[in-house]
C-alpha cells in the first residue's frame, strides 16, 4: 500500500501482508515434518507392497487367495508313509543342512543388506541426507508458495501411501509358507516336500496295484457269473423267501394236511358202488367174494404150496386152513370156508419124488393105504405115488378150482 512521503517509515512482514520469520518457520516446519513423514509411510507401505507374493501367485496350479495345502496328487507322487523308508538319509542330511541354513538365514536377518538404501543412498557407507534428499525445502526456500506445494505433496503422498498399504494388504504376506517353505522367494515343491513317491515310483505301485486290480476283476466277474446262476435271494416258493431254509406244509400248497379229513371228503356229492356194493364214505363196506369174483368155477377157490417129507411145512396158501401128514405120501388139505359144493377140480403137482420111478400127487380115489379117502366140502386128501408106491416130497402143490355156487 502507498506510505506518505516525510517521515519515517517502518515496514514489517504484517504491513506488507508477509508471515514474520517465526511464522514461516513454524509453517515450513509442519510442512516438512508432515511431508517426511507422509514420504516415510509412503516408502513403508510401497516397501510392505512389493514384499509380499501377489494373491494371483500359484502353487501347483493353486491360488493363493488362501492357505493351501499340496497332496500328493497335486504333484504326481506317493504319500509320505511309503517314503519314509527311502528317504531316512536324506532326511538326515536334509535336516543338519536345514540347521545349518537356519543358523545363516538367522545371521542373515539380523543383518541390514549392503544394497539397502535410504531416500535413494546406499548404505555401503555412511550418508548423511538434506532437506533435498527427503523432498523438503531448506530454510532459505521458506516461502508460502513453496509450503503450499509441499502440503500438496505431503497431501498426494498419503493418498500414494494408502494406496499402497490397499495394494500389500492385497499382497500374500512373506511369512507364508507351503509345506514349510516360506514364500521369500518361488517355491517349487517336490514328492519329498509333500510326503509322496515320486512318479516313477508311483507307476511301479499303480502297475502292481493294476495287476491286482484285473485279478480282482476277473475273480469278481467269475463271482458274478456264478451268482448269475443261483436262485436270487429274494425268490419266493409259495410266498416263502429263500433267504434261508424252508419248509412248506400242507397249508402251503394248497393240500389236506396228513391226517387230515377234507370237508368234502366226509360225504361223496354223489354216492358210487364198488362191486355192485353201494359206498358214499360215511361208513365203511364190505365185499362180497362173489362180487369179486372169487369162488366163481371159473377162478381158483383155494391153494397151498407146502413140503410134506415128515413134518408138513405149508409155503404159501389161500383159502386153506391146515394140510395134514396121515400117512407117508398121503395128505389132508382143509379148506378155511367149506365150499358150496363138493363139485370142484383138484390140480395137484410135484417137484420131486422120494427115490426111484416117477411120481406124481393125484387125489386118493381107493385106500391102498388103508387110509379112507376124501373130496368134500371141508377138504380133500392127495397122495404122492409112483411105480414103487406112496412117497413124501419136499414140493407138493395143490389148487382147487369151482366148488362155489355160480
Not at 33 to 58: D, I, Y
Not at 210 to 218: C, G, H, L, R
Not at 343 to 364: E, L, R
Amino acid at each position: 500500500m502507498a506510505k506518505p512521503t516525510g517521515k519515517i517509515i517502518r515496514v514489517t512482514p504484517e504491513s506488507i501482508g508477509a508471515y514474520t520469520k517465526a511464522e514461516t518457520d513454524a509453517k515450513v516446519s509442519a510442512a516438512t515434518a508432515a511431508a517426511s513423514n507422509a514420504a516415510a509411510a509412503a516408502g513403508s507401505a510401497n516397501t510392505n507392497a512389493e514384499s509380499r507374493v501377489p494373491l494371483a501367485r500359484k502353487v501347483n496350479g493353486k491360488p493363493l487367495s488362501a492357505d493351501i495345502t499340496l497332496g500328493a496328487g497335486d504333484v504326481g507322487a506317493y504319500t509320505k508313509a511309503e517314503t519314509d523308508a527311502k528317504v531316512s538319509a536324506a532326511t538326515t542330511a536334509a535336516s543338519n543342512a536345514a540347521a545349518a541354513a537356519g543358523s545363516a538365514n538367522t545371521n542373515a536377518e539380523s543383518r541390514v543388506p549392503l544394497a539397502r538404501k535410504v531416500n535413494g543412498k546406499p548404505l555401503s557407507a555412511d550418508i548423511t541426507l538434506g532437506a533435498g534428499d527427503v523432498g523438503a525445502y531448506t530454510k532459505a526456500e521458506k516461502t508460502d508458495a513453496k509450503v503450499s506445494t509441499a502440503t500438496t505433496a505431503a497431501s498426494n503422498a498419503a493418498a500414494a501411501a494408502g494406496s499402497a498399504n490397499t495394494n500389500a494388504e492385497s499382497r500374500v504376506p512373506l511369512a507364508r509358507k507351503v509345506n514349510g517353505k516360506p514364500l521369500s522367494a518361488d517355491i517349487t515343491l517336490g514328492a519329498g516336500d509333500v510326503g509322496a513317491y515320486t512318479k516313477a515310483e508311483t507307476d511301479t505301485k499303480v502297475s502292481a496295484a493294476t495287476t491286482a486290480a484285473s485279478n480282482a476283476a476277473t475273480a469278481a466277474a467269475s463271482a458274478n457269473t456264478n451268482a448269475e446262476g443261483r436262485v436270487p435271494s429274494g425268490r419266493k416258493v409259495n410266498n416263502k423267501p429263500l433267504t434261508a431254509d424252508i419248509t412248506l406244509s400242507a397249508g402251503d400248497v394248497g393240500a389236506l394236511p396228513l391226517g387230515g379229513t377234507a370237508v368234502a371228503a366226509t360225504k361223496l356229492a354223489i354216492a358210487r358202488s364198488i362191486n355192485g356194493v353201494p359206498f358214499d364214505g360215511t361208513e365203511s363196506v364190505t365185499i362180497p367174494l362173489s362180487n369179486l369174483g372169487i369162488g366163481k368155477p371159473s377162478l381158483c377157490t383155494a391153494w397151498v404150496n407146502f413140503n410134506g417129507v415128515n413134518t408138513v411145512t405149508v409155503n404159501g396158501s389161500h383159502g386153506i386152513s391146515s394140510v395134514i401128514r396121515e400117512s407117508t405120501g398121503v395128505y389132508t388139505i382143509n379148506f378155511s370156508t367149506a365150499m358150496d359144493t363138493a363139485v370142484y377140480a383138484v390140480i395137484c403137482s410135484v417137484g420131486d419124488g422120494p427115490g426111484q420111478g416117477t411120481y406124481a400127487a393125484v387125489v386118493q380115489l381107493n385106500s391102498p393105504t388103508g387110509i379112507p379117502t376124501k373130496k368134500d366140502r371141508n377138504g380133500v386128501r392127495v397122495m404122492v405115488r409112483g411105480t414103487g408106491g406112496a412117497g413124501d416130497s419136499s414140493m407138493i402143490s395143490v389148487a382147487i378150482f369151482g366148488g362155489v355156487a355160480s
